[in-house]
């Protein structure tokens, strides 16, 4: 088995948001990582004070790029494939913004508006091995996420994130049983969209790849739910540059 990992990251200047935001900062509060559960099968990445999960805006799409550097012949057939599995499970949309040069990095900035516009910078779907970037794939990671997440009033809001699978451990293509690059897409794209580890190996989401068929599990599916489309619109913060960090915890 292969270790499945994800960086959680937090954007700080909580005042400027509260103030841009209406409300006053008392309301808003820190993030934390959230600690794996079997408890209803599922965990969230972040939480807030009040145990609020961090999570996207499912009512509007989420907009992801694939890096073409490093990308295997089967890269898009395989993120084509997780993304609709991802969809199917928790009604969160995602548009295609094409093929991009860009590679991942820890201080990616989650708002670049010379590379892409006005907006939160998109998904950013990548193939890359320990030489190649700084993002943290050493130590038999088969892949790692980082999502930024900004405290709000009402929970945090996931904003843009980054999901790398290793070069340097390559995996068959396909959703097939044993270690595959669809089970490694599945685990970390669950972690760009709010999801955290978990102590059960029949979750998509425990740590570790497994060797059955690769598909979320009755306790990713719940999670999926509560993060997604049906726990309702959680409308994400106006774009704008950010300082951002390790959450607390």
Request: aromatic fraction near 4%; hydrophobic fraction near 45%.
């Amino acid at each position: 088995m292969a270790l499945l990992a994800v960086l959680t990251l937090s954007a700080t200047a909580v005042a400027v948001r509260a103030r841009q935001s209406g409300v006053t900062a008392a309301t808003i509060h820190p993030l934390t990582t959230a600690v794996g559960s079997a408890a209803g099968g599922w965990a969230p990445s972040f939480t807030d004070a009040t145990g609020q999960p961090a999570r996207w805006d499912p009512c509007v799409a989420i907009h992801y790029v694939l890096a073409t550097a490093g990308a295997p012949a089967s890269a898009r057939a395989d993120v084509n494939g997780a993304l609709q599995r991802l969809t199917a499970a928790s009604g969160l949309n995602f548009v295609d913004d094409g093929p991009t040069s860009e590679l991942p990095r820890r201080e990616r900035a989650a708002y670049d508006p010379r590379r892409w516009g006005k907006r939160w910078a998109p998904l950013l779907i990548a193939w890359a091995g320990a030489a190649d970037t700084d993002v943290p794939l050493t130590g038999g990671r088969e892949g790692v996420t980082m999502a930024v997440a900004v405290a709000t009033a009402t929970g945090g809001s996931i904003v843009t994130g980054e999901v790398v699978l290793n070069t340097d451990l390559p995996l068959p293509s396909g959703f097939g049983p044993g270690a595959t690059a669809g089970e490694v897409l599945l685990h970390e794209l669950g972690h760009a969209v709010g999801l955290g580890h978990v102590d059960d190996p029949d979750q998509i989401m425990y740590p570790m790849t497994n060797p059955g068929l690769a598909e979320y599990g009755a306790g990713d599916r719940a999670g999926l739910v509560a993060i997604g489309a049906p726990a309702g619109c959680h409308r994400a913060p106006t774009p704008r540059p950010l300082q951002v960090s390790e959450p607390i915890g």
